[in-house]
Each structure stands twice: as structure tokens, then as C-alpha cells.
């Protein structure tokens, strides 16, 4: 059964706000579904009281948390104490890299990615170096982008305490194959792994008990809900480290590692993404009573025919054009690459085609999109960057045909 586009556009509100512009900037921030809205708003209108005493709102607004941080927990096959909804990503890689840290010493190495978005670099880094641990760097290939887990496996060894590295990149927008990677990395060193979802998660929610993985995170106010960062710690680690919040909030899952404290209404409409994911399985023929593994698995291969489509014309007309240099994959024949495309132009700066694209109606940007590493090691100037166009199953055909007519102009 192929998408109902209509229906999912009718979900969310944005995609009739603004019809002279076609939104493709997906990968900074997504269009919020209308279970997200409806909720925030119930809470700020009805139960935005301090949560958890007996009296009636109070009582429902924790309820509403607790309901989204269990679903969540559910969604992703994780225990619920294993789970911390943040202000977001950036945030919680901060106050992990403060957790993780304070045992490192001159004897440990961690690896970062070149690959990665900062967030998943800068707080691993900065703290390596401030307890004089050393700092490993897996590279990409200056050419394409794309990474050789070969290249990692050479990196590892009996100091190696941490790997970090990305699902997909916000830049390449191609998926590395994070249980195999995780499954050497443990075979072959001591290390830990913690990998960034930012840039996968808006296409697919993993079982991340599958992968394997001692730290998972990504951005909710990209996967179509509020502005929370979703962090999950495998249990055994989390009873290791020390808690970064209030002395007597460290046996309490919900804030050892949220020192800003809950976002109530924030966290609240969380479980609105998972609505509006049910709703869509449903649509299209499930049932409320699958389990998260089944609707998952459905939702991926519905959503992915709908990325495939919208990617390969953009995808072959770049590759064809001899005027850009197109980071990444080529092609999506593979099945490991996202709608997320960036591309260089050979004549013109960035920020020019990305001026002529949002003169022409097309909603994209120029820039290093927080990944200037990844830039540099491809010899490409982070101050003009390069143009990103990043589509989700939302977008259309017709809007694809808008991009790549603004595209020939603009080139």
C-alpha cells in the first residue's frame, strides 16, 4: 500500500500555512504533528500545575508524563529507567560527557567521528582533553564522505574506553550499519559505544536494545514533536556513573541525568508523536494491537518508499548535472540512504544558490549545519558550507519537481 499523503498532510498543520514555499530544511527542525500540538495544548491550558500531587490536575499531569516516558521506553524497547527526556541532544551530550568524564585519565582514549554533528564530538572531546585522556579521530573519505568501519577497527585497542559516532549523518545522509559496528567494536576492544540518531530517527524509530549500543540519542523536535532530546543509558552503565542533577535526585531515573530539571508539558507532548505514528499504521492497515516491533517495521518500509521517491530525482539530477559536488551516496539503491542531501556548487558559492533557491520559493539553507569537521576534511570551506536539501515522508512529488526546477535555475 503506498503513502496516503493526503492524510499525512492533514496531520500536519504547517503543510497548508505556507504554499508559496517548499519546506525542505527537515533536517534542522521538522513540521510538528497535530497530536503534538493538541497535546502541549491540553497541557498548558488545563494541567499546567506543578505535576504529581493528588489534587485532579496536578494528579493528570504526571500521568501525561509518565504515559509519554513509558510509550517511549515501549517504542524503543528499552526499560523506562533507562530513559531521560532532556531540553535536547546538545544538552544531554553535554551532561553525559560530564558523567562519562570525571574517571577518564592519561592512560584512556576515546574515538569521536568526523562524520558527526558537533553535538556528538564537541563534549566528548573537551572533556577528553581536560582530563588528558587522547582523542582518536575516525575519518571520512575526503572524497565522498562516507566512513570505513575498517578505518575504526584500526583505532581500537585495550585503552579505548568510548566510541561515538553517528547513525546518519545530517550531511551524507547515508545510514552506517550501527549493530555490525557496534558488535566489532566489542569484540575487538573494551569500549562503550553511544551513537547519535539525530539525522535517522525522523525516518525510522530502531529497536535500539538490537543495537546493541551503551548510549542512544536523538532530537524529538526533529522526529515531528517538541523541543526534548531523548537519551537512553543501558542500565548496568547508569548505576556506574554519578548523577548530575540534585544529590537526592540520583536514585530517580526520570532526573539523574536532567539537570534542568522535567520540561512537564514539553515531555507531555511527547506521546503525541507516537499518536500520530499509531494513527498512520492504522491508516494503512494495522492495528492497534501490534506491537511496537511489528508497526515499526511496517512504518519503516512505509515511510522508506515514500524517501526513496522523493530523493532519487534529486539525487540523479545532481549527480548528472557536473555542476555540484554532491556529498554521499548517489544513488538510494543501497537501502541505507536518507532524503538528507548536500551538495556543493562548482561555479557558484553556497550562499548564492541557496539565495536564488529561497528566492524561487524553495525553504533551504547554506552552511556547515553544526558538521564543519566533516567539511574541512572534504577540503570545503565551513563559512560558505555547502547547500542542504532534507526531505521527510511529508513532502510530495510536486514539491520535489519544485526543488529540482528552482535547482536548474539556480545552478
Known amino acids: 500500500m503506498p503513502l496516503d499523503l493526503e492524510y499525512v498532510r492533514s496531520q500536519f498543520p504547517q503543510c497548508a500555512d505556507y504554499p508559496e514555499v517548499v519546506f525542505c530544511s527537515n533536517a534542522g527542525g ?35 508524563m509518565d504515559k509519554a516516558r513509558a510509550n517511549w521506553a515501549a517504542a524503543l524497547n528499552v526499560e523506562a529507567k533507562e530513559l531521560t527526556l532532556g531540553p535536547s541532544t546538545s544538552a544531554n551530550s553535554y551532561v553525559m560527557a560530564q ?17 558527526d554533528h558537533e553535538a556528538n564530538i564537541g563534549a566528548w572531546a573537551r572533556k577528553a582533553e581536560e ?51 557496534t558488535r566489532q567494536i566489542h569484540a575487538r576492544s573494551p569500549a562503550r559505544v553511544c551513537v547519535d540518531a539525530v539525522s535517522y530517527a525522523p525516518h525510522h524509530i530502531p529497536d535500539v536494545k538490537a543495537l546493541g549500543v551503551d548510549m542512544y540519542m536523538f532530537s524529538l523536535y526533529k522526529v515531528y514533536g517538541p523541543h526534548q ?19 537526592f535526585n540520583r536514585d530517580d531515573p526520570a532526573k539523574r541525568y536532567n539537570p534542568a530539571g522535567p520540561q512537564h508539558g514539553q515531555i507531555a507532548a511527547c506521546q503525541g508523536v507516537l499518536d500520530y505514528l499509531e494513527a498512520l499504521h492504522v491508516r494503512h492497515g494495522g492495528s492497534t494491537a501490534d506491537d511496537g516491533a511489528r508497526r515499526s517495521a511496517a512504518l519503516y518500509d512505509l515511510i522508506t518508499q515514500q524517501e526513496r521517491a522523493l530523493a532519487e530525482p534529486l539525487l540523479d539530477f545532481l549527480d548528472s548535472s557536473g555542476k555540484v559536488q554532491l556529498l554521499g ?20 558559492s553556497s550562499a548564492a544558490v541557496a539565495a536564488a533557491l529561497q528566492a524561487d520559493g524553495i525553504g533551504t539553507e547554506n552552511g ?27 513532502n510530495s512529488l510536486q514539491e520535489v519537481e519544485r526543488i529540482l526546477a528552482a535547482l536548474d535555475r539556480a545552478l
Open 30 to 64: 521538522s513540521f510538528v504533528a497535530a497530536p503534538v500540538i493538541e497535546l502541549l495544548n491540553h497541557y498548558n491550558t488545563h494541567t499546567r500545575v506543578q505535576p504529581y500531587s493528588p489534587f485532579t490536575p496536578s494528579r493528570e499531569a504526571g500521568e501525561a
Open 99 to 115: 558523567a562519562l568524564g570525571q574517571d577518564w585519565g592519561p592512560r584512556d582514549e576515546i574515538i569521536i567521528c568526523q562524520q
Open 131 to 181: 582530563q588528558g585522556a587522547t582523542v582518536c579521530e575516525w575519518a571520512v573519505d575526503p572524497a565522498t564522505g562516507l566512513l570505513d568501519p575498517e578505518d575504526l577497527y584500526r583505532l581500537l585497542n585495550d585503552n579505548t574506553r568510548w566510541v561515538f559516532f553517528t547513525h546518519c549523518s545530517n550531511l551524507m545522509g547515508t545510514v552506517n550499519p550501527v549493530a555490525e559496528i
Open 229 to 247: 532530546g531523548l537519551l537512553y543509558v543501558r542500565a548496568e552503565l547508569s548505576e556506574e556513573l554519578a548523577g548530575q542533577g540534585h544529590y
Open 329 to 348: 551516496k548517489t544513488h538510494c539503491r543501497d537501502g541505507d540512504r536518507a532524503p538528507t542531501i548536500a551538495f556543493r556548487p562548482v561555479a557558484h
Open 368 to 394: 556547515d549545519f553544526y558538521a564543519p569537521r566533516a567539511l574541512e576534511a572534504m577540503d570545503i570551506d565551513p563559512a560558505d558550507g555547502v547547500v542542504r536539501i532534507s526531505l521527510l515522508h511529508y
